[in-house]
């Protein structure tokens, strides 16, 4: 299962980092704001769409059940509502090279949220991974890359002490985002993904009528909702199931490799030359991915006894008995009794324990 939130996480970057590219041959015909309201838009409903289209969820997978409810709303206010109206306030006045360097703080602040305060497991290795991720980050967007032109207050340029300070705090809301949606990912991604884009999307359509927007027209809307649908929707379907068996730091950490996938799809997309600045990140990626995929995270643990529900197939943490067959995976209310043994794990639902 390792491996499978790596994988799944690493395709949630590579589909987000190839929406980039992608959205900026529309940019000139949408504002950055109805541009994001779209995208996010397009992810709900277009998710949304094809579960009625297929009438059922996935063999295994569960709704939304009781507390989670909570948590997800807590998720999509933070990072749906909050987090983009900071960073409009932030971008009016924070320069665009600034600005561009202080969003890879979201990354920083969802590994250290999950493992100083949701206590997921760390050691150096990961740490020195994440940096190295983090920094090749960094190198990507040292000259600047966040539009600011047209419609955006004083286009960057004031001096205000806030401006950093709210895109900042937008990182911070993201973080949060990331780390409750990992409380509820246990439920159907689908479900999540869907419930959030539609959210996200209203908050920033909303803006931009408020800043006096108009809807575009429906070809240049469509081919925005179709962009989001596969790099909002379906990246975050998939970064959620990485939450599922990895946590939050290191699905972040994976994650943050997304603008290095949208600067080598640039080169194809747009023509742009290879830069010192793009091998410098791929290099500096390339080792943090290292870490982390060959982290050996082994020690023996105990497992208290829990109840909760999830997809899930019989395996040395799910001994139950059912009355007849089953088909695997397969989703229900189940018991684990005390357990202690030792394997190589990760922050998953089964192993939540202190170091």
């Given amino acids: 299962m390792p491996r499978t939130g790596a994988t799944t996480a690493i395709l949630a970057a590579v589909l987000f980092g190839l929406s980039t590219p992608l959205a900026k041959l529309l940019v000139h015909d949408l504002s950055p704001w109805m541009l994001a309201g779209l995208l996010y838009l397009g992810s709900g409903i277009g998710l949304g769409l094809l579960r009625l289209l297929t009438g059922s969820r ?69 740490v020195a991974g994440m940096i190295a991720i983090v920094a090749g980050a960094v190198v990507l967007s040292w000259g600047g890359t966040v539009s600011l032109d047209g419609g955006w207050g004083n286009g960057g340029r004031g001096n205000g002490g806030w401006g950093p300070a709210a895109v900042a705090a937008a990182c911070l809301m993201w973080a949060v985002d990331n780390n409750l949606t990992r409380k509820v990912s246990l439920a159907d991604p689908a479900d999540i993904a869907t419930i959030k884009g539609l959210v996200a999307g209203s908050v920033n359509v909303g803006i931009a009528l408020a800043l006096g927007d108009a809807l575009p027209a429906a070809p240049t809307a469509a081919a925005a909702m179709l962009v989001g649908l596969l790099g909002y929707g379906v990246s975050l379907v998939l970064f959620v199931v990485a939450l599922r068996h990895i946590g939050a730091a290191r699905t972040g950490a994976y994650f943050s490799t997304a603008p290095f996938v949208g600067g080598i799809a640039s080169l194809a997309i747009f023509g742009e030359p290879v830069t010192l600045g793009l091998v410098a990140a791929a290099v500096l990626m390339g080792i943090g991915v290292w870490l982390h995929l060959t982290e050996d995270h082994d020690h023996e643990h105990d497992h208290d006894e829990m109840e909760h529900d999830h997809p899930h197939v019989h395996d040395a943490h799910h001994r139950h008995h059912h009355d007849g067959p089953v088909t695997e995976p397969h989703s229900h209310r189940h018991r684990h009794g005390r357990l202690r043994h030792r394997h190589a794990h990760f922050p998953d639902a089964h192993h939540a324990h202190r170091h």
């Fill in 58 to 126: 996935k063999r295994g997978e569960r709704g939304l059940r009781g507390a989670e409810w909570l948590w997800l709303m807590a998720a999509v206010a933070a990072g749906g509502v909050a987090g983009p109206v900071l960073l409009m306030f932030g971008l009016t006045a924070t320069p665009a090279s600034t600005a561009s360097l202080l969003l890879n703080l979201e990354g920083v602040f969802t590994a250290l949220l999950a493992w100083f305060v949701f206590r997921e497991g760390v050691d150096r290795r990961l």
